[in-house]
């Protein structure tokens, strides 16, 4: 089915659109255009409207929701204009859309080749057809053995190849128009990377016209061509991606740009902090662990951490970075005392006893347990819905410090000062407060017990750059406040880049680099490293274009002989560049125990290569 | 405690009645049905001042009276008043489902939040428990209850209670294991709080509106059973005035004096209906629909 296709085929034409959902206006006069083979993003914070005007273009708005102005035409028909008949012939063939969670968009008890199929036969085409379309798309998408994976239910599929088949079920019908609702959030860097690849790829060369809705400024500069930045509703820019990142117009752009965090350039922290982070004199060791293995079933394969080890010294912020999956996540509550490791050594030093953090927390002794605090990932369930929020700050206080009456009135306010919130906030219940409102609760929470050791999961990753930002300053000011050493968990280089002194990097349980943030962002590193450093998006086009082009990565042997690479097992034969032909792709292989030592604390998990076809 | 620490404390309290109160006067089945459980506990308990006649009080002359002035319902085969009968009637049914239907809520809740917590062993022990209690018909389990200890009200209560407590256990397992594992629930669990603990601030207020409807749900079908239990003549003993005894006192006569019969029926039915309309609405107003609601 080919298209006559012009580039300045306008398929979508938003005009002066305006919805309110109540009496309150969630979307304010918004206008854009975006042409056959283009890309337009809108951007913005949670509750810019940026969803809901993407949704306009299926025709849909959220129960209560209603237009109060303006038009949208989608492939020259006004799509609110349309009759239910109208509407289902638009969102079978003519617009599709990729939602945010795959995992939730697939149904889990159908087959992934019939429920592409089913938006195939909904759009017109005969069984035979249908199927046949079904394998030609998911080699569209690179699925591995297209002709096969169709007959897999989605649980069978990793959290990127579900992306793949929702992004299939969109495109298979050849829509004029596809709409992107945060395709890449749920995902690590590296599948990230993969998938923004792909879209790019297939907007190309269907010459769709795609709308894509992302928080993220890595995302929007690798995929867009143009972008509306929203903010309550109201567009405040609108311009070409390039002119957009590199001056941008408005001051509320300028805001949340500024407030990205990168890994590239010196841009990362201000002077003063830096020389400060320079200086900052080695404190004392407060946490050691050795050799740690930690598994949820009794079985080898069972096991989630496979033996780490690392040192946390007061005062500093160590930062421990891997996927989903390679086990930090397990490690932190490890310590926490939520799950005992199976052997190997947990140690806080200080303690007067023997310190033992191999033991549950409620087997800790009292001055033990408040000395290591969490902090949670997620603020919308890291506090008690029906409780209000000074009882998360109050119950700490009066179990690991005995507090009661004034005393405790006193100290809660002190710590609603710490965390910068206003003490009459407490009193409310946790959904009548912001995002990152909750996500300072949930540190002073963790900070009424005084500890040494703050464990800091994922705790910036649900909020929006600007509160992330703020979340990032309040903790680099809590450090010094308080003379805590952080553990801080996160997927996201741009943030560790940030804050961190020291790095772990890990992966499939185990520890593959360790070292001083500069060293590691510097190289030469690990492979794994090195590709979680390359596939982290700059928000600027070039930049994060080249990332996600196809071939960017590029051959491991080439980065190893550039100079990128380094803990090659030494007696590994090195098969060196051009000993192959084309068609093998090199990857890496885990080859430890042993570690390189760089200096400086610089360490490497040794590894070898290995061949693929 | 200071002024401030009052009033803090104060609010959740307060906003939890309100959104109960709001959560019941949403619903008009709600409203409704409450209002007709209200009316009978009125009547059960202000029933000697609703009628001339002593419940009991046999008068052999009037015996299989029709409808008239004097006896608004008829009388039965011993010539008592229908009427005061089935207002009366009431009293055992509603002090037995309401004690039972407590103790059976109350301990399963207990129960069931406790394995959800526990999980493990402990977990797989009780659910087979529950398994094997509720594989055996409620009414046969309560038979064989009521046959081996006597047919006390105390008896009854038990016998009732240990029936319903597998199936709240059920219930309320399920709706506290989607709270365990929210971070909260972890947060309280890494400061190494005792496990009543946890139960009562951060797992009892999560699942309470679970259990309101089951409350509400238990107490028509222990409604139910009471009534079951008299007719087959394990419940109350007569000459007591009950609907169930009073249904299988009279069957006998329903071509002669029907209403001697239906009267007690349609008294029960619309106790169970009330209550069932009570606990739909409940779980419509503030189930899981609304906290989706409130939470976006």
Redesign the interface.
């Known amino acids: 089915m080919e298209r006559s296709m012009r580039a300045d085929d306008v398929l979508v034409r938003v005009d002066d659109l305006s919805v309110a959902y109540g009496d309150t206006t969630v979307v304010d006069q918004v206008s854009f255009e975006v042409p056959a083979g283009s890309t337009t993003a809108l951007v913005g914070e949670s509750g810019s409207g940026k969803t809901t005007v993407a949704r306009t273009l299926l025709g849909h708005l959220r129960a209560g929701a209603r237009l109060t102005s303006g038009r949208v035409s989608v492939g020259g028909r006004d799509v609110f204009g349309l009759d239910r008949a109208g509407l289902r012939r638009l969102r079978s063939t003519t617009v599709a859309m990729v939602p945010q969670n795959a995992g939730h968009a697939l149904t889990p008890s159908m087959r992934v080749g019939r429920q592409v199929e089913e938006a195939l036969l909904a759009a017109g085409a005969d069984r035979a057809a249908a199927r046949e379309r079904t394998v030609e798309t998911f080699a569209q998408v690179s699925l591995p053995d297209p002709d096969r994976i169709g007959r897999r239910y989605p649980h069978q599929l990793s959290g990127g190849q579900q992306q793949r088949v929702a992004i299939a079920l969109a495109v298979a019908v050849r829509p004029k128009v596809l709409v992107l609702d945060e395709p890449t959030t749920g995902l690590d860097v590296i599948t990230q990377r993969a998938i923004l690849g792909l879209l790019r790829e297939l907007t190309l060369r269907l010459g769709t016209a795609t709308v894509m809705v992302s928080h993220d400024f890595g995302v929007v500069a690798a995929l867009a061509d143009h972008a509306t930045v929203l903010r309550a509703g109201r567009a405040v820019e609108s311009a070409p991606a390039k002119q957009l990142f590199q001056e941008p117009g408005d001051e509320y752009t300028r805001e949340l740009l500024g407030a990205v965090p990168r890994i590239g350039g010196a841009v990362s922290r201000n002077g003063a902090d830096q020389s400060q982070r320079g200086e900052s004199p080695r404190g004392e060791s407060l946490l050691r662990v050795q050799d740690v293995r930690i598994g949820y079933g009794h079985r080898e394969r069972d096991l989630a951490v496979r033996g780490a080890s690392f040192e946390l010294r007061r005062g500093e912020v160590v930062a421990l970075v891997g996927e989903s999956g390679s086990g930090k996540s397990t490690l932190a509550w490890s310590l926490a005392g939520l799950h005992g490791p199976r052997d190997g050594s947990m140690r806080y030093l200080p303690a007067t006893g023997d310190g033992d953090l191999a033991q549950a927390a409620r087997r800790r002794p009292l001055e033990l347990r408040r000395r290591i605090q969490l902090v949670f990932q997620n603020a919308d369930t890291s506090l008690n819905p029906r409780r209000v929020v000074a009882e998360a700050v109050r119950r700490p206080l009066r179990l690991f410090r005995g507090l009661r009456g004034s005393e405790l009135a006193a100290r809660e306010a002190e710590l609603a000062r710490d965390v910068r919130l206003e003490p009459e906030l407490l009193r409310r219940l946790p959904m009548q407060l912001s995002g990152g409102q909750r996500q300072r609760v949930g540190i002073a929470r963790a900070l009424a017990g005084s500890p040494a050791v703050m464990v800091a999961d994922e705790i910036t990753t649900a909020l929006d750059v600007s509160v992330q930002a703020s979340i990032l300053d309040l903790l680099e000011q809590l450090r010094g406040e308080h003379d805590l050493a952080c553990l801080f968990i996160s997927h996201d280089l741009g943030v560790v880049k940030r804050i961190a002194d020291r790095l772990l990097v890990m992966h499939g349980g185990v520890v593959v680099e360790e070292g001083p943030a500069d060293a590691v962002f510097d190289g030469p590193n690990h492979p794994y490293t090195r590709e979680l450093i390359e596939a982290t998006l700059e928000p600027d086009p070039e930049l994060a274009r080249a990332s996600v082009r196809p071939e960017a990565g590029g051959d491991i042997r080439e980065s190893l002989s550039a100079g990128r690479l380094t803990g090659l097992r030494h007696d590994a034969t090195d098969p060196g560049v051009g000993a192959s032909t084309g068609a093998v792709v090199w990857r890496w292989r885990d080859a430890g125990p042993e570690m390189v030592e760089l200096g400086d604390g610089h360490r490497v998990r040794q590894w070898e290569l290995t061949s693929e076809r | 405690?200071?002024g401030?620490?009052l009033?803090?404390a104060g609010?959740?309290a307060q906003?939890?009645l309100r959104t109960v109160w709001a959560g019941i006067r949403s619903s008009r089945a709600a409203t409704i049905g409450l209002a007709i459980v209200a009316l009978h506990v009125l009547v059960a308990i202000a029933a000697p001042l609703l009628t001339s006649y002593a419940p009991t009080q046999s008068v052999p002359a009037e015996a299989l009276a029709g409808v008239s002035w004097d006896h608004l319902a008829g009388t039965d085969q011993y010539g008592r008043d229908v009427l005061t009968r089935v207002l009366h009637g009431g009293r055992f049914a509603l002090v037995v489902c309401a004690l039972s239907t407590v103790a059976a809520v109350g301990l399963g809740t207990v129960v069931g939040c406790f394995v959800a917590l526990r999980g493990g062993w402990a977990d797989n022990v009780v659910m087979r428990l529950v398994d094997s209690v509720l594989a055996v018909p409620a009414i046969l389990a309560l038979l064989v209850v009521v046959t081996a200890l006597g047919t006390g009200t105390w008896v009854v209560v038990a016998a009732i209670t240990i029936v319903y407590v597998p199936g709240v256990v059920r219930v309320v397992r399920a709706a506290a294991q989607s709270v365990v594992p929210?971070?909260?629930v972890?947060?309280?669990?890494?400061?190494?709080?005792?496990r009543w603990s946890i139960l009562r601030?951060?797992l009892l207020?999560?699942v309470?509106d679970v259990v309101a409807v089951e409350l509400a749900m238990r107490a028509s079908w222990a409604a139910l059973l009471v009534s079951s239990l008299s007719f087959l003549g394990f419940g109350a003993n007569p000459p007591t005035p009950d609907w169930g005894l009073m249904v299988a006192e009279n069957r006998t006569a329903l071509t002669v004096v029907p209403m001697a019969t239906l009267a007690p029926i349609v008294a029960l039915a619309t106790f169970v209906v009330g209550l069932n309309l009570a606990a739909d609405g409940l779980a419509k107003a503030w189930g899981i629909d609304r906290f989706r609601r409130?939470?976006r």
């Not at chain 2, 972890?186 to 005792?194: L, N």
């Open positions: 405690m200071t401030s620490e009033t803090v609010t959740p906003g939890t929210l971070e909260y972890t947060a309280a669990r890494a400061r190494g709080e005792r601030r951060e207020p999560n309470a409130d939470g």
